[in-house]
């Protein structure tokens, strides 16, 4: 059963340090200047005004229109600033240390054991040896190293929720903030503690006092992520909030990148590049695959994707458009984020929330760009160490973003997760009024326009499977007996009358167990050159050891060269023997149209 949690955002809440704001003189003089606040201090039509240059502003066409030189218009010239701290940087390189330029740290014996992950998901322990002021080495692409932005930046909020977080995991964050943020661009860091259980903060509260721009503040009850970053922004006072993670350590000058886009236009929420801190030895790794961008499948698992050519700046060091934020990390000028109506109230603890908040941005006339200058490393957890309240997953909130966002193409999602139908997602007028309101455009023109090229990785409708059904050893009589649990060896058995060893010849040339192409699950046959033995294995939609081939009764692996067959009972990779019947393989059901398609490149995809 579902209990609703009661929106909390105003309840009883305790200020456990007060917060003091130094007001410096210099930083004074630039609020008073900086495009977003002007914009944000006045509404009506001021707020449309850009000074930094926007050529459809009506007072510049009729300066235009009068003969007169339209930069006269403008409040003034931007100014270009190299935000980079130089000297910072060169006492950073000079530091050694455990874990400094952002190094593996090992332990050993008693310290490797579980018990140093089951808190948290990571490795506290070596997080516990390096110093919460460690270096990292500058992994920006070289343009970032001396790219200049407008020396008139919003100054930031910067909204971190957390919940049992380890003490020095989140002490990092905050110093890594403190560290390397322009002290004239950090309004202050709004810690937004979500009922922790773990008796910490006393340690916390006294490690946090010599930060007087870090207020913290706490949820009496459990709220989630959503309501925890919701209460953030409404204490948040900078011009431009920065929603971030409790387990990140924020790269060299991250933050000039992420808010000059902004300043060009306030409708633009820009992301970080999320690069990985290693958990179990802290290791600060640059992201794998840095022309990709945000994307979805049909079941709403967030995926990346290529930047088609036409999206991908020419300097790699530009920002792009992405389509879906990943979720976790990113900046929004403060006052659009409440004209865009914050959250969906309705939405529950976790999950869906990057989806309800980007398909808003790009369809009520917004975009989301992400900044490769702007570098944060994240810990990606183990596994989740807590618990989740309300524990059914997110197909609630999954279930109202379709409602609201994805119209007819909502009929997707519930094609592959057909449980989620019967759910009932609660009051959606709210939601739904502020679409509305907000004259947002359609999810079809988001498709069309912002990512086109989503359906040539993920179809809405797939392609049929070339075959399916049991899949019949010919000699020894025996089927395949797909053990979906990942990492298993795949064996045959007699085969069955029911529907348990169905497996499918995708279009995308896998073999998963399923009885429909949208039904099947997501683990694939894998074999290797290396191994006799086939695996069950996540489905990584990249043929390579998961291709498969079914040419003239065989079932041929092309990457390893070899052809499945059957010895003493036994499921077995073996070279290929053409002919040979004990390679010969049954099919329970065949789409001949489809089969020779697959099979007009004979050993490699179809589509390549
Ligand atoms: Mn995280």
């Known amino acids: ?80 600033k190299d935000w980079n701290d130089h000297e910072f940087i060169r006492r950073e390189a000079a530091r050694t240390g455990l874990g400094e330029q952002g190094k593996p740290v090992t332990l050993f014996g008693h310290e490797k054991l579980h018990s140093a992950y089951k808190d948290n998901g990571f490795n506290i322990l070596v997080s516990d040896r390096i110093s919460l002021d460690r270096s990292l080495h500058d992994i920006r692409h070289a343009s970032c190293k001396s790219k200049k932005y407008y020396s008139d930046l919003p100054d930031v909020s910067v909204i971190i929720p957390f919940h049992n977080e380890g003490l020095s995991t989140l002490l990092r964050t905050i110093h890594s903030l403190h560290n390397r943020s322009p002290e004239s661009l950090l309004k202050e860091i709004v810690l937004v503690d979500d009922a922790s259980s773990r008796p910490l903060y006393k340690e916390l509260e006294s490690s946090l006092a010599k930060f007087p721009k870090v207020k913290l503040i706490r949820n009496p009850t459990r709220q989630g992520l959503i309501r925890s970053r919701v209460r953030g922004v409404h204490l948040a006072k900078g011009g431009v909030v920065v929603i971030l993670d409790s387990h990140v350590e924020v790269s060299t000058n991250w933050l000039p990148p992420l808010l000059h886009p902004i300043s060009l236009d306030r409708k633009t929420v820009v992301c970080p590049m999320i ?277 003239e009764k065989q079932l041929i692996h092309p990457s390893s060269k070899k052809c499945a067959t059957v010895a003493s009972g036994a499921l077995l990779m073996m070279p290929c023997s053409p002919g040979d019947r004990l390679f010969e393989w049954e099919w329970e059901h065949i789409n001949s149209t489809q089969l020779e398609t697959f099979n007009s490149k004979p050993s490699a995809p179809y589509n390549t």
Request: hydrophobic residues 35%; aromatic residues 12%.
């Open 1 to 80: 059963m579902k209990v609703k949690v009661r929106p909390l955002l105003f309840g009883a809440c305790f200020v456990l340090l007060p917060f003091v704001y130094k007001k410096a003189i210099g930083e004074n003089a630039s609020i008073a200047q900086h495009p977003i606040r002007d914009s944000v201090n006045s509404k009506g039509s001021q707020s449309q005004i850009n000074f930094h240059g926007d050529l459809a502003h009506p007072q510049m066409h009729a300066g235009a229109i009068l003969g007169q030189q339209v930069v006269k218009h403008r409040k003034r010239e931007p100014m270009w």
């Open 275 to 551: 690069d990985i801190i290693d958990n179990e030895n802290f290791q600060y790794v640059t992201q794998p695959g840095d022309a990709m961008r945000g994307a979805f499948d049909w079941e709403l698992y967030y995926k990346r994707i290529p930047i088609p050519n036409e999206k991908r700046p020419k300097d790699p060091s530009e920002p792009f458009e992405s389509p879906v934020m990943a979720g976790g990390l990113f900046a929004i000028e403060r006052n659009y984020f409440y004209e865009i109506g914050l959250y969906d109230e309705g939405l529950e603890i976790w999950g869906g929330e990057q989806y309800e908040l980007s398909f808003k941005v790009w369809m009520c006339g917004g975009r989301i760009l992400d900044s490769p200058c702007s570098r944060i490393g994240h810990i990606y957890r183990k596994f989740v160490p807590y618990t989740i309240p309300n524990n059914g997953g997110p197909n609630y909130n999954y279930k109202r973003v379709a409602e609201v966002w994805m119209d007819e193409y909502a009929e997707f999602f519930y094609r592959r997760r057909p449980y989620v139908r019967k759910i009932d997602a609660g009051d959606l007028s709210k939601a739904k009024a502020l679409r509305k309101e907000l004259k947002c455009k359609s999810f079809d023109w988001y498709i069309k326009n912002v990512i086109p090229d989503l359906v040539q990785y993920y179809p809405p409708i797939l392609p049929p499977s070339a075959a399916w059904g049991r899949l019949k050893h010919v000699v020894s009589n025996l089927c395949i007996d797909p053990q979906v649990k990942k990492g298993s060896q795949v064996v045959v058995s007699q085969c069955k009358r029911t529907h348990s060893q169905d497996l499918q010849l995708t279009w995308r040339e896998d073999i998963r167990p399923g009885q429909t192409p949208e039904g099947a699950v997501r683990t694939c046959l894998d074999a290797s050159y290396r191994s006799k033995s086939i695996l069950t294995w996540d489905c990584h939609n990249q043929h390579g050891n998961q291709l498969w081939k079914y040419f």
